[in-house]
């Protein structure tokens, strides 16, 4: 039988079966790569926590290291109330507090804050994930807050897609550590802490932001103070 | 390029004639894509900042480049001509994916430092412009070796970019120091060159630097080779 291959009929099908194909062979990839990826976002995600608090570890002894350093985590409620009796996947280690963050269904105060806390060199620290948005798609890090409940220790931050130069530096060590000694609260009052354009980020509450990354500089100041807000509920509360 | 082509499809011919030979070495730098046909130039530009990076965004292109031109070629027969190119981009598109899938569970930080680049090897104009131009109309031995020729001819140079990128922007190679350390140490001391004054060359970091190296590569491939030079 002669095809003939200029058709519509033909090419319909070429098409079709070339998407099926190529679907299936996508698909069965990424579902058996699955577990692997997830191990590897896992690792990273105990690496950024340990990296809030200053500790250097690699893929090989992020696990280990994370073990070692975190006693303790749980998780509170918008309000800042401490949730107890709560499914595995919303437990402080597996909430995928991004998820949660972009999913619309959730409304904002049915949103849940976990807290890691640490001890390092025999001083408790708390690691606080925060969430927020970049210019190009999601942000997130982890803020390390001392046992005064207010003065910032140490910050990591990472991005989906900032713009590399720019709005990508935010994961760099020298604005991350420009979060360092920066306090969220004064007297027992939240207090937000403002990126700014100017160069004053030297005085009190104030942190430089990154030229030619205003947008992504500026969503770190929202997502830090907004999430610093709920969680300072929570410590003004449990002292 | 066309009669070498048409060659190419006359029967019986040892596996590595001379003609095929050519396939491989042309690419490398007679008919090299970046210098010669100035392709591909958006990411000799955007990857070449570090040596290693460079290197895995070149074992990416080569792997997408010989199973693409591999999968086209053996296909060549069956794609309606009038939707070709979408059927080409569909294919680039999940090499494209699977390369990504790989990194991302095999090498996580090699991932993690080409982000977006990955996803750009789609656009990169070499490997549609190999599909198109030679594995459309080319069995699929030729088409393997037309691909890893272009695909190595665009690493080379890809890696020499970066080398003189890294080692004057940031006088490393691989992540290694290699003139000393320019941090001061607890004394505020630096080590090595940079104690008698060396500093590196910031301006090697930014993007343009990409092509200004690419254009001395080029000025030096064509007075070497006279016959590269255009007539006008």
Partial sequence: MKVNKDGNGYTFAFSIILVIVVGVILSSLSIGLGPLKKANVEVKKKMNILSALGVESTRKDGVEKYDQFILDSYVISHDGVLQENLPKEKQAFGLDVQKQFRDKTISLADRLYPIFEADKDGEKLFVLPVVGKGLWGPIWGFIALADDYKTIVGTSFDHKGETPGLGAEISQNFFEDRYTGEQIAEAGIFTPISVVQNGSGFEEQKVDGITGGTITSKGVEKMVNETMRVYYKYFSKNK | ?232
Avoid: H
């Fill in chain 2, 1 to 232: 390029m066309s009669v070498t082509e048409e060659k190419l499809k006359a029967p019986s011919e040892p596996l590595f004639s001379k003609k095929n030979k050519r396939l491989i070495i042309d690419p490398l730098s007679e008919n090299n894509p970046i210098t010669i046909q100035v392709l591909g130039i958006c990411s000799a530009l955007a990857i070449t900042v570090q040596v290693e990076q460079a290197f895995w965004m070149s074992v990416a292109v080569i792997f997408v480049m010989i199973f693409g031109n591999l999968v086209v070629s053996l296909l060549r027969n069956l794609i309606p001509s009038r939707v070709r190119i979408i059927v080409q981009l569909v294919i680039v598109a999940s090499l494209v994916i699977i390369v990504d899938e790989m990194l991302k569970a095999f090498v996580p930080d090699v991932s993690e430092k080409l982000s977006v680049f990955v996803g750009l090897i789609i656009t990169n104009c070499i490997i549609m412009g190999r599909f198109e131009a030679f594995a459309m109309a080319n069995k699929p031995f030729p088409s393997i070796l037309d691909a890893i020729g272009n695909a190595i001819g665009y690493a080379w140079i890809l890696l020499v970019v970066a080398l003189v990128r890294e080692v004057l922007g940031s006088g490393k190679i691989w992540g290694a120091s290699i003139f000393g350390s320019n941090i001061p140490d607890e004394n505020g001391n630096l080590s090595g060159l940079y104690e008698l004054g060396y500093v590196n060359n910031n301006m090697m970091i930014l993007p343009p630097m990409a092509l200004i190296v690419v254009g001395i590569i080029i000025w030096i491939q064509r007075s070497m080779n006279k016959g590269l030079v255009e007539e006008n």
